[in-house]
C-alpha cells in the first residue's frame, strides 16, 4: 500500500514538472514573438530611428561616441533635395545624449542630429587656468577637427543631408567649440545655437545666425557677447533667461527651463 502511495505520489510529481516545462516552452515563446514583433517595429518607424554608436578617427586612434536620428520626415530627404543637418556638443562632463530635447526639436523641424561626446577618459582635463582663449585652444580644437572629421566621413553615408550648411548646437563648453568651429568654417555653417557658453567668442558673420541663450548665474568673459553697436550689424540673439543656472541647461535640468529653452530654439529655427 505504502509503495503504490509512492508511486502515484511520483507520477502526480513526475506530470507536474511535465506540465511546468510545456507551459514554459509555450510562454518563452510567446516572449520571444513578441520582442521580435516590437524590435521590427522600431527598426522600421522613422519616428523612433536612433544611432547610437563610435566612429574611428583612424588617423588620430580616436573612438568619437556618437548618437544619430534621423528627422521625422526623412522619406522627403533625397540626394536632390537634401535635408539640413545638426550638431549637437555637449558640455564638458555631460553625456552627448543628455540633449535630447535639442535633437527632438531639430527631428521635428527636419534635420538630421547628430550628438557628439568630444571628452574621452584618455584625453587631459580641461584647463583651468586664464586666459582660456589660450589654455583652452587645445581642447576646442580637438573638437573641430572631430566635428570636421565627422562632417566628412558622414557626407558620404549620409548623402540626402546637406552638410555644406551646417547648424551648430552647443552647450558650455560644447558651445565654445561651435562658435570656434563656425569662426574656422564660416562658409560651411549656417546656424548657432549656444546654451551659455562663456570663454570663445561669438563669430561676428552676417552669414551666420546666431541664437545665445544666456543662464544668469555667471558672466561671459570679455568680448565673448556682443554690444549693442555689434548686435545691429550681424543676425545675432542674445537672450538672458532670468533665474536659470548654467549647469542646468540640459535634459536634467528644470521642466520650465527646459521648456523655454525648447521655445527659444523653435522660434529661432522658424
Not at 76 to 82: F, I, M, N, P
Not at 168 to 191: C, K, M, R
Not at 223 to 244: A, C, G, H, R, Y
Request: hydrophobic letters at 40%.
Amino acid at each position: 500500500m505504502a509503495r503504490a502511495n509512492l508511486y502515484s505520489k511520483s507520477y502526480f510529481y513526475l506530470k507536474t514538472i511535465i506540465y511546468i516545462i510545456l507551459n514554459m516552452h509555450k510562454t518563452i515563446k510567446k516572449l520571444l514573438t513578441l520582442s521580435v514583433l516590437s524590435l521590427s517595429a522600431g527598426l522600421i518607424s522613422p519616428f523612433s530611428f536612433a544611432q547610437d554608436g563610435v566612429i574611428v578617427d583612424q588617423s588620430r586612434n580616436r573612438t568619437i561616441p556618437i548618437n544619430i536620428t534621423l528627422p521625422n520626415n526623412s522619406d522627403k530627404c533625397s540626394e536632390q533635395v537634401k535635408c539640413p543637418v545638426a550638431f549637437v556638443n555637449a558640455g564638458y562632463g555631460i553625456s552627448h545624449n543628455e540633449y535630447t530635447f535639442a535633437s527632438k526639436l531639430f527631428n521635428a523641424h527636419g534635420y538630421l542630429s547628430i550628438a557628439v561626446a568630444h571628452e574621452l577618459k584618455t584625453d587631459p582635463a580641461l584647463n583651468r587656468m586664464q586666459p582660456y582663449l589660450t589654455t583652452r585652444m587645445e581642447n576646442w580644437h580637438r573638437g573641430v577637427v572631430t566635428l570636421k572629421f565627422l562632417v566628412n566621413q558622414l557626407s558620404t553615408q549620409y548623402p540626402e543631408y546637406d552638410f555644406t550648411k551646417l547648424t551648430l548646437f552647443g552647450h558650455s563648453n560644447g558651445g565654445d567649440i561651435s562658435a570656434l568651429y563656425a569662426s574656422i568654417y564660416s562658409a560651411e555653417v549656417n546656424q548657432v545655437i549656444t546654451l551659455d557658453h562663456r570663454r570663445m567668442l561669438i563669430p561676428r558673420n552676417k552669414n551666420i545666425r546666431v541664437l545665445t541663450l544666456r543662464g544668469s548665474d555667471y558672466p561671459a568673459d570679455a568680448n565673448v557677447l556682443l554690444n549693442d553697436t555689434e548686435l545691429k550689424v550681424f543676425p545675432v540673439s542674445q537672450v538672458m533667461i532670468e533665474k536659470s543656472r548654467h549647469n542646468d541647461m540640459y535634459d536634467s535640468g528644470p521642466t520650465w527651463l527646459v521648456e523655454r529653452m525648447s521655445n527659444e530654439m523653435t522660434a529661432f529655427l522658424n
